[in-house]
């Protein structure tokens, strides 16, 4: 699963990303950058340039402890403590954030995130009137004010009083983008206090504004199931789960529908409730890239409601987005074993591994899956792709077929795996296989630019099926005019042809877009041969020398800058750049 269906309309939130920026600036942070940095050893500039690096290196945790060591040295620094503060918030460091928060609103009144801090501390111990407090200091600015308007509710809810509740969301009835937010809490908060049909009627709004979310169509349908309404619910979730590709979490709810089963309260609390609130926050400032907010309140809601599924999984995206692989890795871990999740976090777990060329451990990790849900096909799926991406071609097009015979039902959106896995057949010297598989691809997917191009190629090395295959590549030109790998496609199908002319033609367009790949740049030195044009032609040998081709496809150039083209086998022997 890639990033999830977020839950609530960004537009009203877009408005204070500017303005919050200017706090968050270097929040997100490789791991590695600073790790073997002694902040013992530095003086308090020492320290405060150790941290502005690890800041600027994604290391927030670094970061935290080298402006923590920092703060101690000069604790009146207004500017190292807010950054002490933040980076301590958003790596998830709650207790040394709230007693930071104390010292910042000490001196900044007006402090937003500090004030939502201290609130979410008295909230937690039951002082709600100090927590609205904290809250109504915050806010101001529209994050600031739906922020407040949603806990405020949620802490009314929390001591029972639905309909003051009711009345705190209504101050976001000023702002037409926060009509969702406010809707669709209004109907948890009322389905929690036993508030029924207004919790429908409202439910009913919500969803007829935002049946696309995720959040929306679980909380409705759970509202629905508990109340009779099961055939409503899970036609619901057929309607989602079509358009979503099967989500893992619709999926396992529409089947424990079927099988008559009714569920527990979506929202058993006004804690979840207020982590629920959070969690939508986050989940929009992501969409808004504002990254470092949206870690910040990823970490306040997990600090409510530790084991969220998707908002830790949500988190993880975000780290993932950064490149933060380690703590991506780290967090999708925390997925608790029984959530639907779970097997999508195992999946990015090796993905992330992976990133880290770390194979063995993704193998390993992806092997226990596969055994572990053999009814699955999505973990042979994705070892297969990366074993392909290491060119371990033949154990990958085992994986492939694995995946294959796993699917429930072969669809149109199924032509990668057919595609990926004629690619590990050909490369793997299988082309009957091959083939078999690019045809059916383009059954599935017609006139798939990819897949013209690969199929197509292949058919003008092997003088089969000429004139249908320089059909193909040009319709893949046609579908994707500016790929160069395609171009260079058609262009050295020309000169297979001995076209050389009209190979020259391509080949140069090719290298204008892709002036990198060596393979490109060799191809129109052949042709630029071919043509008369040796001087020329041995130019780009020489650039596609100094680009770092392939060990087998660099022997041929330096034969060729030697020798100039001796013969048609030579002229062969480089092939095409990778396109899979």
């Known amino acids: 699963m890639s990033r999830m269906n977020r839950t609530q309309s960004r537009a009203g939130i877009r408005t204070c990303l500017a303005a919050a920026g200017s706090l968050a600036a270097g929040l997100l942070v490789p791991m590695d950058a600073v790790?073997?940095?002694?902040?013992?050893?530095?003086?308090p500039s020492g320290n405060y340039l150790a941290a502005r690096l690890a800041g600027k290196t994604r290391d927030n945790v670094?970061?935290?402890?080298?402006?923590?060591?920092?703060?101690?040295?000069?604790?009146?620094?207004?500017?190292?403590?807010?950054?002490?503060?933040?980076?301590e918030l958003s790596s998830g460091h709650t207790e040394k954030a709230e007693r930071l928060a104390k010292r910042v609103v000490a001196k900044d009144a007006r402090n937003r995130l500090a004030r939502v801090v201290l609130g979410l501390m008295e909230y937690k111990a039951g002082r709600h009137q100090e927590a609205r407090a904290h809250w109504e200091a915050a806010s101001h600015?529209?994050?600031?004010?739906l922020t407040a308007a949603l806990l405020t509710g949620w802490s009314h809810a929390a001591q029972g009083n639905t309909d003051q509740a009711l009345v705190s969301l209504e101050k976001l009835s000023r702002t037409e983008s926060f009509g969702i937010y406010r809707v669709f809490h209004a109907a948890m908060i009322a389905d929690l206090g036993d508030q029924t049909e207004k919790a429908r009627n409202l439910y009913e709004n919500a969803y007829k504004s935002a049946g696309s979310s995720l959040r929306v169509v679980q909380a409705y349908g759970n509202f629905l199931e508990r109340n009779g309404q099961a055939d409503k619910a899970q036609e619901i979730y057929a309607t989602y789960a079509k358009a979503a590709n099967q989500h893992l979490l619709i999926s396992q709810v529409l089947k424990n529908s079927k099988a008559g089963q009714v569920p527990a309260r979506m929202i058993p609390n006004a804690q979840d409730g207020a982590a629920e609130a959070l969690f939508g926050l986050a989940s929009a400032l992501a969409d808004e890239s504002g990254l470092d907010f949206a870690i910040i309140y990823s970490q306040l809601t997990l600090d409510l409601k530790p084991l969220f599924p998707i908002a830790l999984t949500?988190?993880?995206?975000?780290?993932?987005?950064?490149?933060?692989?380690?703590?991506?890795?780290e967090i999708y871990r925390r997925i608790p074993h029984t959530s639907p999740l779970r097997e999508n976090a195992e999946i990015q777990i090796a993905l992330d591994l992976?990133?880290?060329?770390?194979?063995?451990?993704?193998?390993?990790?992806?092997?226990?899956?596969?055994?572990?849900?053999?009814?699955?096909?999505?973990?042979?799926?994705?070892?297969?792709?990366?074993?392909?991406?290491?060119?371990?071609?033949?154990?990958?097009?085992?994986?492939?077929?694995?995946?294959?015979d796993l699917l429930p039902e072969i669809k149109d959106h199924h032509w990668t795996v057919f595609y990926f896995r004629g690619i590990c057949y050909e490369r793997s010297k299988q082309w009957p296989k091959a083939e078999a598989d690019f045809v059916k691809a383009l059954e599935l997917r017609p006139d798939q630019p990819l897949v013209l191009n690969y199929l197509g190629y292949s058919w003008v090395?092997?003088?089969?099926?000429?004139?249908?295959?320089?059909?193909?590549?040009?319709?893949?030109?046609?579908?994707?005019?500016?790929?160069?790998?395609?171009?260079?496609?058609?262009?050295?199908?020309?000169?297979q042809l001995k076209q050389f002319d009209d190979a020259v033609v391509e080949l140069e367009r090719a290298v204008e877009l892709r002036p990198d790949d060596p393979v490109i740049n060799d191809h129109l030195g052949d042709a630029y041969w071919n043509v008369g044009r040796k001087i020329e032609a041995k130019f780009q040998w020489s650039h596609a020398r100094d680009l770092d081709p392939e060990p087998e496809n660099l022997d041929i150039i330096l034969r060729k800058l030697e020798h100039g083209l001796l013969n048609e086998k030579a002229s062969n022997e480089t092939g095409q750049p990778d396109k899979s």
Do not use: C
């Open 35 to 43: 790790a073997a940095f002694d902040g013992s050893l530095f003086t």
């Open 62 to 87: 670094k970061a935290a402890e080298f402006y923590g060591r920092a703060l101690r040295s000069d604790p009146n620094n207004r500017v190292i403590l807010e950054r002490t503060f933040l980076l």
């Open 141 to 145: 600015g529209p994050i600031g004010e």
């Open 314 to 329: 949500l988190l993880g995206d975000i780290y993932e987005d950064a490149k933060l692989y380690d703590k991506a890795i």
């Open 354 to 404: 992976n990133q880290l060329d770390r194979l063995e451990d993704a193998r390993e990790t992806l092997t226990r899956l596969i055994e572990e849900s053999p009814d699955r096909h999505q973990p042979a799926l994705t070892l297969a792709n990366i074993l392909r991406g290491h060119s371990k071609f033949d154990e990958a097009s085992g994986f492939y077929s694995k995946a294959i």
């Open 461 to 495: 090395e092997k003088r089969h099926n000429l004139d249908e295959a320089i059909r193909m590549i040009r319709k893949a030109v046609e579908l994707r005019p500016n790929d160069g790998y395609i171009v260079d496609s058609l262009g050295w199908a020309h000169y």
